[in-house]
């Protein structure tokens, strides 16, 4: 596609188009069975098939023991936020969270519905800009909830101490993108989103011991114990964003996995995070030590410049650099699929532009 923009959205995000063209060709045609893949039965042996392959494949690339479940549902990460409470929290007195922006935020409020939030740590001090350790986190506490990656802030964290109570990660802006020990974690969960597939799915890697503590009755489909037992296919799942992740993990397989994009992102963001402390007009968010690989957030000294930049920037066929209103200035999302020519051409624009003023 010729007319290709550099696109550093947030998400929906950047997908590679070898995954457009198959998910497009299903869409059509789904393997010549004369169906689109978006009028078969999500109980036929074909889209059965799709969800074990996804699951396959999510476990192979991160390597989950077979002591956890892998759960795909609906209702984005924010569905998460009160799943989680309603599962866990119910008959423990408090849990524990760790307050590192505005997605921990809404974790937090839901917990508030089923008991007590108790914040570990934070770093709303500093607008977010680093990640805070924790380190009297109650032993009654019923779970411990952290998010990996700061999606607005532009944080991500990369040591995670265990605690000796249940762990849980809200990995949706960064999972996928480098090697995590899933050992460490009790439940993960994902928004689809970003660096898995299409929006409409969620994902949830979580212990099989976890679920076993769950005793009380909760509604069917906010009950861990019901969407396990029945693979996903309780009720109707998102069939074409399941498909389209499938697709989307195959490719990241073909990328030398995990590792292999790992590597790949750090030096995307690396290429980026330099250009930002070299040219003058510009400065990063996050210190330094917390600077997320996914989400790249910097603004200009003066900040009369960023509407220009903004429209210098886009003239260069790059879209979604625009900050989230609360925070302003600008955010470089650097997903999996974003190529690191991409982020060549922002440096590039990055530098004619203090040229142009100079
Ligand atoms: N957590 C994080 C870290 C996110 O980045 C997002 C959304 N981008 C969410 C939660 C909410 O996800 P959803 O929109 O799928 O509910």
């Known amino acids: 596609n010729e007319n290709k923009k550099h696109n550093f959205g947030a998400g929906p995000c950047i997908l590679p188009e070898s995954v457009l063209c198959q998910a497009a060709n299903a869409v059509i045609d789904w393997n010549d069975m004369g169906l689109s893949i978006l009028e078969v039965s999500h109980r036929s042996p074909e889209f059965e098939s799709v969800v074990l392959k996804t699951q396959l494949l999510v476990r192979e690339l991160l390597h989950i023991p077979d002591s956890y479940a892998v759960l795909f549902l609906q209702g984005g990460a924010s569905t998460q936020f009160s799943m989680i409470p309603m599962n866990f929290l119910k008959g423990k007195s408090v849990a524990a969270y760790l307050d590192t922006g505005y997605f921990a935020q809404k974790a937090i409020q839901e917990a508030k519905h089923f008991g007590t939030p108790v914040i570990v740590g934070s770093s709303r001090d500093k607008q977010y800009n680093y990640i805070p350790d924790y380190y009297d986190v109650p032993s009654e506490a019923a779970y411990l909830h952290i998010t990996s990656n700061n999606t607005i802030e532009g944080t991500e964290q990369f040591e995670f101490p265990t605690q000796g109570i249940p762990m849980i990660c809200d990995m949706s802006s960064d999972i996928f993108s480098r090697m995590v020990d899933v050992r460490k974690f009790d439940l993960i969960y994902a928004g689809a989103q970003k660096n898995m597939g299409p929006a409409g799915m969620t994902m949830v890697i979580i212990k099989n011991e976890l679920i076993d503590t769950i005793t009380h009755e909760i509604p069917a489909m906010s009950d861990y114990r019901v969407l396990e037992a029945n693979n996903s296919l309780y009720n109707t799942p998102p069939v074409f964003a399941i498909y389209t992740a499938m697709l989307n993990l195959i490719w990241l ?52 410049l960023e509407k220009v930049f903004l429209t210098f920037a886009t003239e260069r066929n790059i879209v979604g650099i625009q900050g989230y209103r609360t925070v302003g200035g600008f955010r470089a999302s650097l997903y999996n699929a974003l190529p690191i020519e991409s982020v060549q051409v922002l440096v590039t624009v990055m530098r004619d532009f203090a040229a142009e003023l100079g």
């Not at 330099?274 to 000294?301: C, W």
């Open 253 to 304: 397989k073909d990328q030398g996995g995990i590792l292999g994009i790992e590597q790949k992102n750090i030096k995307k963001a690396m290429l980026l995070y330099k250009e930002i402390d070299e040219n003058p007009l510009f400065y990063g968010l996050a210190q330094p030590a917390h600077r997320s690989r996914m989400n790249v957030t910097f603004k200009m000294y003066d900040e009369s």
